[in-house]
């Protein structure tokens, strides 16, 4: 299982909060011995960190921070979902490529592609995504319902 660490901040992200990712990164080495990635928003009010335990892809493509083909999201990613082929297929016929062989990346274009909703129940902050193009349904309670049950 991987592991995500990450600070949010309204003032911005100093060197030495992303000093601290990369330090509590390091303390969940055992979550992901394989591989590391940092990830700092462009207005350096958001920095995560990730460690990778590869299982499902191997290759370096796999790395994280992903980046959507769109370039407008960015993820770090810990769990699986079980159903991510099929899913992975769904998004080739709406034209998405693939540079990975692992779900992270089908994840983020399901992202990419369509628009949600979400609201965090525990901290009580919304989230939400509209898709820039008018898309069909990729049936995302599939993955949803599949991402619950990882």
Avoid at 128 to 135: D, G, L
């Amino acid at each position: 299982m991987c592991g995500i660490v990450g600070v949010a901040s309204n003032l911005g992200v100093s060197n030495k909060l992303v000093n601290w990712a990369e330090e509590a990164s390091r303390s969940l080495m055992h979550r992901g011995p394989d591989d590391k990635g940092l990830l700092l928003s462009e207005n350096k009010k958001i920095c995560f960190a990730h460690r990778r335990l590869t299982i499902i892809d191997l290759s370096k493509a796999g790395h994280q921070p992903l980046v959507s083909q769109s370039k407008r999201f960015s993820i770090v990613f810990n769990g699986e979902i079980y159903n991510f082929k099929f899913l992975r297929d769904e998004l080739i016929k709406y034209g998405y490529d693939f540079h990975s062989s692992g779900d992270s990346e089908v994840v983020l274009n399901i992202i990419d592609l369509e628009e949600f909703f979400l609201l965090d129940q525990r901290n009580q902050t919304p989230s939400c995504n509209f898709a820039q193009a008018a898309t069909k349904s990729l049936i995302l309670g599939l993955l949803l319902q599949n991402y619950l049950r990882a």
